[in-house]
Every structure is written in structure tokens, then in C-alpha cells.
């Protein structure tokens, strides 16, 4: 079957990060052992959160799905890439690389919502400390994550659901170590417009309200830091704030360079090299970054580690 004498495409050849074959064992054992120090990293956040009641607060809540969206990002993209590094073929079939493409679209959309409502619980916290019982409430946070997950929802779905009105067809190489967007709009015998159209205003309107929201919250935090009269406290709110903004520049300036920016279709190969951040080292990094320079969960931790020691 053919059209425009082009054969149409029902599997694709996954070939990024795969061109040097003398570094592929190298390649292989640095993303083998990111992969699983964010698994044990983000899961074994989750399970302390969940363990430990002194952690049932809106703060750790967000932290929480935070860890578990950066588990289901990272468990989406890495074992099929750590396959591909050995496998002759490198084959992914459409519903695969659909199904791929869905759950690394509704992680990063709950991450960049879960975000924003991180900050604006930090800035509730600094900023209104005698109201912030009653602005976040724990049933407010429950809402605020059900909400988070609905948006990421809805939003691959809308993604996937246009993907599969494409008809892929010539070239069946995507040049990427996942099945992300954009080389599939490059692959496909069908005009993308519609897609391409869809894709700026939805990611363009969700990183918008996520970025404002987070600007917002940190530029109140810092004016209220530097209003603070203990040099101490001023010291240790501001190292907190700037690891946590460092994070987050990193993960929404890559997300913006890659799907907000003018003519992203016609990326080439530094779409590789600037997905392995938001996919692969902000996933490593967010549970250092959030948990290890945290008191309260370092406490716990050493606790449970205890315990822990004393049964064995």
C-alpha cells in the first residue's frame, strides 16, 4: 500500500545517541546508572512521604507526585533507550512510540504544573506564615494534585489523538532517543499544521501560567527574604531558593528551547542534546535538590534508616 508513492510507516528506527558505536558502553553504563539513582531517588522519596505522617503537608504532597512523575518520565524513555544502545534493529512499532509519547507528555505536563504549585506553596509559607493554614489547606493540595493529573491527561491525549490522524510515511528514522513530537511531525506525508498549531498553543498557554507563577512566587520570596532581619535565616532561605530556581530554569528553559520556540518543527540534532535535560538529568537531579538539602526529610530518612539497621 502506498501513497505518493511513499510506503507508510507502521515502525520507526530510534537512532539518537546511537551514530558512535565505540561509546556506546560508555553511553550505556552513565545512563544505566543515572536511571537507577533516579528510580531509587524519587521512589524511595515517595515511599518516606508516604510512610511518614510528619510529611503529610501540602509542601511534600506536591514533592511527592513531583518524585512519582519524574519515576514515570524517566521509566517511559530510559529502558527502551538502554535497549537500543545494544540492539541491532532499534525498532519501536506506532502504538508503542504513541504510547511512549503519552506518558512522557502527561509527566512533564504534571511536572510543570506540580511546579508552579510548589512555588506558590512556598511563597504562601514565606510570605503569609499566619495564613498559610487556612490558604493551603490539606484539601485544597488534594484538589490542586487531581487537578494536576487531569491537565496532564487531558493534555497527551489531545496530543496522541492528533499524532494518529498523521499518516507516517518515506523515512521511518526518528532522529531522537525517544518518540518525542517533533521528529514525528518531520516524518510524517501529511501537513502537521493543525499539530504544530495545536502543540504551540497549549504548550505555549501551560508554560506561560506555570512560568509567570513561578516568577511571581520567587521574586516575593526573595523581596521578603531580603527584608529579613537575621543574616542567618536570610543565608539559608536564599541557598534554598536559588537550588530550587536553578532546577527550574533549567527544566522550563529546555522545555521552551525544544516546543515554545519560533520554527521547533524544523529542529535538528541539538533537540537531542536538550531533551537529555528535561528527560533524563533533571529527573536524577530534582530528588537531591529537593529532599537531601531538606532538614525535616533527612531526619526522617535517618530515622528509617535506623530502624532499619537495628531489624537486620
Keep these: 500500500m502506498t501513497t505518493n508513492n511513499h510506503s507508510i510507516t507502521n515502525e520507526f528506527i530510534l537512532i539518537g545517541l546511537t551514530y558512535h558505536s565505540d561509546l556506546k558502553p560508555l553511553l550505556f553504563f552513565m ?15 515517595v515511599a518516606l512521604i508516604v510512610m511518614e505522617r510528619r510529611l503529610h503537608t501540602p509542601m511534600y504532597i ?5 518524585a512519582l512523575m519524574d519515576s514515570c518520565c524517566s521509566s517511559a524513555i530510559t529502558p527502551k533507550m538502554l535497549e537500543n ?23 512533564e505536563t504534571a511536572d510543570c504544573f506540580l511546579l508552579a504549585a510548589m512555588a506558590y506553596d512556598r511563597y504562601v509559607a514565606i510570605c503569609s506564615p499566619l495564613q498559610y493554614h487556612s490558604k493551603m489547606s490539606k484539601k485544597l493540595c488534594i484538589q490542586m494534585s487531581i487537578g494536576v493529573y ?29 518518540c518525542d513530537i517533533l521528529p514525528l511531525f518531520r516524518l510524517s506525508c ?34 521578603t527574604i531580603f527584608r529579613m532581619k537575621s543574616k542567618e535565616g536570610r543565608g539559608k532561605a536564599l541557598s534554598t531558593c536559588a537550588s530550587h530556581f536553578l532546577s527550574v530554569s ?5 522545555l521552551l528551547f525544544m516546543y515554545v ?24 537531579l530534582n530528588p537531591f535538590i529537593y529532599s537531601l538539602r531538606n532538614k525535616e ?12 539497621s537495628l531489624i537486620f
Design 31 to 45: 545512563f544505566f546508572v543515572i536511571y537507577l539513582i533516579t528510580m531509587v531517588g524519587n521512589l524511595g522519596l
Design 62 to 66: 506536591f514533592l511527592g507526585n513531583l
Design 85 to 107: 544502545f545494544f540492539s541491532e534493529k532499534r525498532k519501536i512499532s506506532l502504538y508503542e512510540c504513541m504510547a511512549q509519547f503519552y506518558f512522557f507528555s502527561f509527566a
Design 150 to 178: 487531569i491537565a496532564g491527561i487531558l493534555h497527551s491525549m489531545v496530543h496522541v489523538g492528533l499524532l494518529l490522524r498523521l499518516t507516517f510515511c518515506g523515512s521511518h528514522q526518528i532522529n531522537h532517543f525517544f
Design 190 to 223: 501529511v501537513d502537521p499544521f493543525i499539530n504544530e498549531l495545536t502543540l504551540l498553543i497549549l504548550s505555549g498557554s501551560i508554560q506561560s501560567f506555570t512560568i509567570i507563577t513561578v516568577l511571581i512566587s520567587y521574586i516575593s520570596i526573595l523581596f
Design 250 to 254: 533549567i527544566f522550563y528553559g529546555s
Design 261 to 284: 520556540r519560533p520554527s521547533s518543527a524544523k529542529g535538528g540534532d541539538k533537540d537531542v542534546t536538550v531533551a537529555i535535560f528535561y528527560t533524563l538529568i533533571i529527573p536524577f
Design 297 to 308: 526529610v533527612t531526619n526522617v530518612m535517618k530515622r528509617v534508616l535506623k530502624k532499619a
